[in-house]
């Protein structure tokens, strides 16, 4: 499985960035979606969707601000991020074949991940 970011830039604190994720080469496992990883912590879940499509998780300090969207095949998925914060600055990973939500070790795949830089 191959999965191709892109997106991402710097933006101003309340502006909009939308990143996308390019997924081939396999199927899926349970979940795909993204995790952020700011300088100094950890890597954290962000937003994913089960493989079926009929569930999308968002966590909670970006809900309202982030929606993900997919196409029909779960080949391809959008993440559009509204009313950016500084504290929504990290580097943004893509990834698939995930078991368990939140945890990041459980998924097998990853893109390259694309920074995200939001000024005050």
């Known amino acids: 499985v191959q999965l191709q970011a892109s997106g991402g830039g710097y933006v101003q604190t309340g502006g909009s960035l939308r990143l996308s994720c390019s997924a081939s080469?396999?199927?899926?496992?349970?979940?795909m979606g993204w995790f952020r990883q700011a300088p100094g912590k950890e890597r954290e879940f962000v937003t994913a969707?089960?493989?079926?499509?009929?569930?999308?998780y968002v966590t909670d300090s970006v809900k309202g601000r982030f929606t993900l969207s997919k196409d029909n095949n779960n080949s391809t998925m959008v993440p559009q991020m509204n009313s950016l914060k500084p504290e929504d600055t990290a580097v943004y990973y893509c990834?698939?074949?995930?078991?368990?939500?939140?945890?990041?070790?459980?998924?097998?795949?990853w893109g390259r991940g694309t920074l995200v830089t939001v000024s005050s």
């Open positions: 990834a698939s074949g995930g078991e368990l939500l939140t945890i990041a070790s459980s998924y097998k795949y």
């Open positions: 080469g396999g199927t899926f496992i349970r979940f």
């Open positions: 969707f089960t493989w079926s499509g009929a569930n999308t």
